[in-house]
Structures are given as structure tokens and as C-alpha cells.
């Protein structure tokens, strides 16, 4: 009888640790979304150069994207990053964390107090007439007009035309490409800045060094009407700097084309070069 009794003790000692395992398998914790004190981040102005700020993040969390939006249509991409900013004024910065719980971000403004005022490299970017621009034919469709001390792009029919200008420049320094920008609103086209060391060629399409600054109402910008500075609307290529490993003569090349870009479509004015 006792051994009876024990063995019935034992295997209900077995169930109530059975159920007691499978009470405790949760199985494996849930990941949770992070919070934007996750996101924050720091910046410290290079002592040289104020216009200059490198930015910084950690998140305590494990991440597997970051992004960065500095304010001025530019963005990167990591822990840290470095940016230039040529112009005065305040810009909202985003940090954002992307996370197998979800998303955070977090945002601050910063002051930039005065403008990188570098000597101009271009020659009559305010256009007193053409002097030191050459025409850079390249399809027939879009023409392009020197008047009220202005340039103007207007036409379409797949045609493109532009304006090129060359400037020496130095050796791994960096430059910033600007201008004002009118757009009057565009349709199925593109309105594109190159520096290139390749020289244009009449009747030939002009890539060399990629996009600096562009307007592509594919990609989504150039299809409204807006006037600033064209910085702060390209949504193609760049941000408007480049950079040469060796020095010496490069060639600004401006050039639109399209099926229809209006009347007057995109005007330009004040164009520049600086080094930062």
C-alpha cells in the first residue's frame, strides 16, 4: 500500500511540475517601440569653422537604419555625420531611428549666423547680358533667352538646352554651387547643375560629374511653381557641393529639358560658386 501511495505522489509531483514549465513558456519577449530620448543626438561646431557642425547619436537601442534630414533638402546617413551649411538662418534637424519595435525621431534647431562668404568663382553670374556664358546647344525644342538680367528656359517638345562657364578651382577643396530659382511650374522634365572636367560639345547630352542641384518633376519637385534659392528645392543629385582630387579647370554647366516646360519655366539669377 505505501509503495502504491508514493508512486501516486510521484507522478502528481511530475504533473504539477510539468504544468508549472509550460505555465512559465512565454516564449520570446516582444521588441519594444523606442521613444524619441532614443533618438536625441548632439552637434559640435568645428572651432575653425562655425558653418561647419558634426552631429552625433547613440541610441541605446539596436537599430537597423538611421537617417539624418539637416533642413536644407540635404540628408545622410549613420551615427555621425557632417555638415556643411553656407547660408545664414535656422534649419530643423531631424535624427531618426528605425528599430525592430518601430520608429523614433527627434529634432532640433540650430543657428547659422552668418553666411560662408568665399570669393565667387563665376563671372557675371548676375547677368549683365552673356559675357564670360557660352550656349551650350544640345536638341531642338527648349530655348534659352539672356534678358532683364535674368536667364530663362522656356519651349519643350524633348528638347534640351543649357549654359556652361569654367573656373579653375584647387585641389580637394569643396565647393558650393547657388543660385536663385524662379520655376513657373514644369511638366514631364528636369532642369540639372554639372561640374564637370569633360568640355561640352555642342549637340551632346552633358553628365559628367553627376548631378550637383536638379529639378525632376519625376522624382517630385519642379512641377509647382516656387522662387528661392535652389539649395533649398533640388530633389535630384546632390546638395550643391563638389569636390576635385586635383586642381584646375572645371566647367559649370546648366541645362533643362523636357516635353513642356511652359512659358519661362525656370528663370535664374545671382549664380555662385564659393569654397567652404
Known sequence: MKAIKLQHGLLSLFALLLLSSCNTDEGPAAVLPPDSEQAAFSYTPDPESPNRLTFTASP???TWYTHWSFGDNTAAEGMEATKTYPLSGEYEVRFKIFTD???????QTISIESDILGPNLIQNGEFDGDEAWSILPISNGVEVAFENGAV???????GQEGIYQAIEVEADQVYQINMEVTCNGL????????AGKTVPTPGNDYTDGGIRLGLNTWEGCGGEPFEGLFTAY???GEDGTFQFPEGGTVYLVIRGGGADYGINGVTIDNVSVRQL
Open 187 to 194: 511638366s514631364d522634365s528636369w532642369f540639372e547643375v554639372y
Open 101 to 107: 519595435g518601430g520608429t523614433a525621431q527627434s529634432t
Open 234 to 236: 533640388s530633389c535630384s
Open 60 to 62: 541605446e537601442v539596436e
Open 152 to 158: 530663362s528656359w522656356s519651349g519643350g517638345g524633348w
